[in-house]
């Protein structure tokens, strides 16, 4: 916690400049050269040195992408129109060159480049640069079809034949970008009839095809086998598969001549494999139905399909099977089964008259209330997004439903403790800690610090507290981060929001302690700060003044019962982000509170002045954040102080396991008290405990 967190993000922000820079400068001269002549023509091969300094240069925007924007265009087009040469050159192997460990060649460079800039920006916004030429088409097709490895069926566990010496191989990176390239030029508005050449595909790999209709373009019994096979690797070329194959399906003339509906005929009957099938291939099955069915949500296509679907995807979740029981143990197979069900549960509502609609519905909705406390967490992220997504479309009475349901899994195995008598030894270590700590702080008046802590043990009998040792940490992650993709899509009516944001403020309070003594509550209270930033973003302030908070948790804040909603939700958030251990989870509460007092001004005390204070860079230093910040919070209102006060008398501070975060609190309590006392001798005694 001492130690300095340095905020990379503004670093990179001023050295950006200076990177684009040298990319300008070193991309160009690294595909080509000036020949005898004084032509410029590519080059033939590239130092695996200067590639990997434009790496490292690229690597430095993975964390904040953007500002790549400006420039994305000029370095995609280079890249893509550098890889379009090299193709209609005769490409050369790696094996004509002595030393293979200092040069690549430049094809192989070009699609590496073009990978990280997929890998840093997203592949999506990458491939929206390619040039969508009709006539790149067949020049892709033909190099994917001659250069990409000859493997034996990746449908079967059978072994890859390698490729001889002397012959040009593709990996994976080639491969990729070409089938991603693809998929993006056919989105050509015109049937692909009129644009297929009378080539024949120079080889084909060994896969178990669909039957495909007489009669399809020669351009679609081309792609097909390719993309089925590379739709069951383990790599990357996967994904480029799926979406070449979801294009593909969503065509207007593909779907007039049947080729969808065969395709997704195949796919449902590959999830019902015989034991000698991969793995991937069934992974990569999933993922084109998952693809297809977020492309089709609006349309048509695929509410044929749906109760097919749903069989196939519950059998995998519930079979015994060996191989499905592997599958199912897969997080990327139980997170692409989540997808299944939303897009299943989405398109059903499109036709609410249909009854039988609505048990497809029920049944998605039920398989997700049970995967939301998944070990894992992509698939309790993937959950929260698709629950709230469902619930959002669904009508008031069932969406309601939903959110009991979420708030009664909440209720599940907590234990409320009232403060007895038997707390009275702990009392008196803290009075000892207080006094200690104000002596050191060479605070005056350390008598009446201690009479008055000594006052509040006869005062605390009506004290609730929260016990949270019982209950499923990844359940609550997943319950809150869904309450809190609620709010963010506005599906919680002002009205029922009450319990809600209860349900929030115990989640920015909850913490538990493995076994090994490692704290296991930083994700629940980090989707809480998303909650409270989104709450204050998507209502309005007239709307959640109206709210009167629920009093299930535990306080000592006498202030509370004249405080508003946000005014309570705004002492929260001042809390957790100066006192918090993580510092993650500080910045998260800045920022919402940040965005509380933007978006409702005037609503909360001293609001301007509060978030001057709490700064999302003085925060960053746990030891300044408790010792400095949450001192000057404190003085501003009583409102932050008691909520504040007892904060540090909590788990978050002289009952923390660290012993320099109990020593800083310590001190930090004496010195509120003390000026506490100076500014108003009437202390409310339920505030120390």
Not at 342 to 356: G, K, Y
Not at 476 to 505: E, F
Request: a neutral charge.
């Amino acid at each position: 916690m001492d130690t300095l967190e340095e905020d990379q993000d503004v670093k990179l922000q001023l050295a950006s400049a200076s990177l684009i820079s040298d990319l300008h400068a070193s991309l160009y001269p690294l595909l080509w050269e000036v020949n005898d002549s004084g032509e410029r023509q590519i080059r033939k091969w590239i130092r695996n040195r200067d590639l990997s300094e434009i790496h490292s240069k690229l690597d430095a925007f993975q964390e904040s992408p953007q500002l790549l924007d400006p420039h994305l265009e000029q370095f995609v087009s280079l890249l893509a129109d550098s890889f379009l040469i090299c193709l209609q050159t005769p490409l050369i192997q790696n094996s004509s060159i002595s030393n293979q460990n200092l040069f690549i060649p430049v094809y192989k460079a070009i699609s590496r480049l073009l990978y990280r800039f997929c890998k840093v920006r997203g592949e999506k916004i990458i491939v929206q640069l390619f040039s969508t030429e009709v006539r790149h088409i067949e020049l892709l097709q033909s190099a994917l079809e001659k250069w990409a490895p000859k493997r034996k069926s990746a449908l079967l566990f059978t072994e890859e034949a390698s490729p001889t010496v002397n012959e040009i191989c593709w990996e994976w990176e080639e491969i990729y970008i070409t089938m991603l390239w693809l998929s993006q030029l056919l989105l050509v508005p015109f049937d692909l009839a009129s644009i297929s050449s009378d080539t024949v595909s120079i080889s084909q790999p060994d896969v178990l095809l669909p039957a495909l209709p007489v009669g399809s373009p020669a351009l679609v019994t081309r792609i097909i086998p390719l993309a089925i096979h590379y739709l069951s690797t383990p790599g990357k070329e996967k994904d480029a598969a799926k979406y070449l194959l979801v294009r593909l399906s969503t065509r207007r003339d593909m779907l007039e001549n049947s080729t969808t509906s065969t395709l997704i005929n195949w796919a449902i009957s590959q999830l019902r494999p015989n034991s000698n099938v991969s793995v991937h291939h069934i992974l990569g099955v999933l993922s084109f139905l998952a693809g297809l069915l977020a492309s089709s949500v609006g349309t048509g296509i695929m509410q044929d399909y749906l109760l097919s679907l749903f069989e196939v995807s519950q059998g995998i979740s519930s079979s015994a099977t060996p191989l499905l029981k592997m599958i199912n143990d897969l997080s990327i197979a139980r997170k692409l089964i989540l997808k299944i069900y939303c897009r299943i549960a989405l398109i059903s509502l499109q036709n609410q008259d249909n009854l039988s609609n609505f048990e497809l519905v029920e049944g998605a909705i039920g398989h997700m209330l049970d995967s939301i406390s998944d070990a894992a967490t992509p698939v309790r992220l993937a959950t929260s997004k698709a629950l709230s997504l469902i619930t959002s479309k669904l009508p008031p009475s069932m969406a309601n439903e939903v959110v009991d349901d979420l708030l009664a899994a909440m209720k599940k195995n907590i234990l409320w403790t009232t403060l007895s008598e038997s707390h009275s030894q702990s009392h008196t270590c803290l009075t000892q800690l207080l006094l200690d700590s104000a002596k050191c702080s060479k605070i005056p008046n350390e008598r009446k610090v201690a009479l008055q802590i000594r006052d509040l043990s006869t005062k605390t009998s009506n004290y609730r507290k929260m016990d949270a040792s019982r209950v499923n940490s990844l359940e609550w992650h997943g319950l809150i981060m869904t309450l809190s993709h609620l709010i963010y899509r506005r599906s919680i009516p002002p009205q029922n929001l009450s319990p809600v944001l209860a349900a929030l403020q115990l989640g920015l309070r909850f913490e538990q302690t493995s076994t090994s003594g490692s704290s296991v509550g930083i994700n629940v209270r980090d989707a809480a700060c998303f909650g409270l930033w989104a709450l204050a973003r998507r209502y309005t302030t007239a709307e959640l003044q109206g709210i009167v908070l629920e009093k299930n948790i535990e306080t000592l804040d006498s202030t509370s019962t004249t405080a508003t909603t946000l005014q309570q939700l705004a002492s929260e958030l001042a809390t957790s982000a100066t006192i918090d251990p993580v510092g993650n989870i500080r910045r998260g509460s800045s920022a919402a509170l940040q965005e509380l007092v933007g978006r409702h001004p005037d609503t909360v005390e001293k609001g301007i002045d509060l978030i001057q204070v709490i700064d999302y860079h003085s925060i960053a230093l746990g030891a300044r954040a408790i010792g400095e910040v949450a001192l000057n919070s404190s003085l501003l209102s009583d409102y932050y102080y008691t909520k504040i006060l007892e904060g540090l008398l909590g788990w978050r501070g002289i009952r923390n396991s660290v012993i320099s975060i109990r020593r800083i609190s310590a001190i930090t309590i004496g010195e509120m008290v003390n000026f506490n006392q100076l500014k108003s001798p009437n202390l409310d005694t339920e505030t120390v405990l």
